[in-house]
């Protein structure tokens, strides 16, 4: 059933840019968010270019924010694009990530029109690795060196999940839209 444990909501930058610019400037997620460019005030928009990403709310607490999700390289010829998703550490290892990883991938794939998800693994995230796994992405390469981080170039595992294999494993789950507030 979706809003099992989480809603998911279109990203404001006047409403959820403080959540953000939390995180990034935390140090905790330095891997996630990548050479983000500086954070200054207009920055915001960075982070909602096409307005397609996502703030995540657990619906036991709901009045905190407790992670986001990112769509960037958005392939719309070829209807691919890659996900990233985030969640606070206190609401870590609740399957919040993914139960929302779910909701947005089915949002991505049957209300966005996209055939193919990404997500860019590092293979020491374990996390990472166990919710995409869990949402049914599935291994598709291995990009040799392509992250660099720690004085050096990192392989990155390159998952995918294709709307045919969302739609087998999650028959009955694709119907309601899983985004509030959409137009
Ligand atoms: C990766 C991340 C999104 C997982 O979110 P989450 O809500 O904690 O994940 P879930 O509770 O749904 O956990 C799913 C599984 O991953 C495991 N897991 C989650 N975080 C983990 C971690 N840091 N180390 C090891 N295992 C972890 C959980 O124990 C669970 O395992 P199980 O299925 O065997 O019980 C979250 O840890 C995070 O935001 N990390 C920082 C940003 C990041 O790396 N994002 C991914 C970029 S692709």
């Known amino acids: 059933m ?6 998911i909501i279109p990203y404001e930058a006047e409403t959820h840019w403080a959540y953000i610019y939390q995180w990034y400037h935390s140090g905790k997620y330095d891997h996630f968010f990548g050479n983000m460019p500086s954070m200054d005030a207009n920055a915001a928009s960075t982070f909602n270019k096409g307005g397609v990403n996502y ?30 998703t985030l969640i606070d550490e206190s609401y870590q290892g609740k399957k919040i990530g993914t139960e929302a990883t779910i909701m947005i991938v089915n949002r991505i794939l049957n ?14 995230n374990l996390g990472s690795q166990k919710v995409t796994a869990a949402v049914g992405f599935e291994q598709e390469s291995i990009l040799k060196q392509d992250v660099y981080y720690d004085g050096e170039f990192h392989d990155v595992i390159r998952m995918k999940i294709t709307k045919g294999m969302f739609n087998k494993k999650y028959k009955s789950r694709r119907k309601k ?4 507030g959409h137009k």
């Open 2 to 7: 979706f809003n099992d444990k989480v809603r």
């Open 55 to 84: 703030i995540i709310i657990d619906v036991n607490d709901v009045s905190k924010i407790v992670g986001m999700a990112s769509i960037n390289m958005i392939e719309e010829r070829h209807r691919n694009c890659h996900l990233g």
């Open 111 to 124: 209300y966005d029109n996209m055939f193919k998800v990404i997500a860019r693994v590092d293979p020491k």
């Open 177 to 180: 839209d899983p985004v509030e």
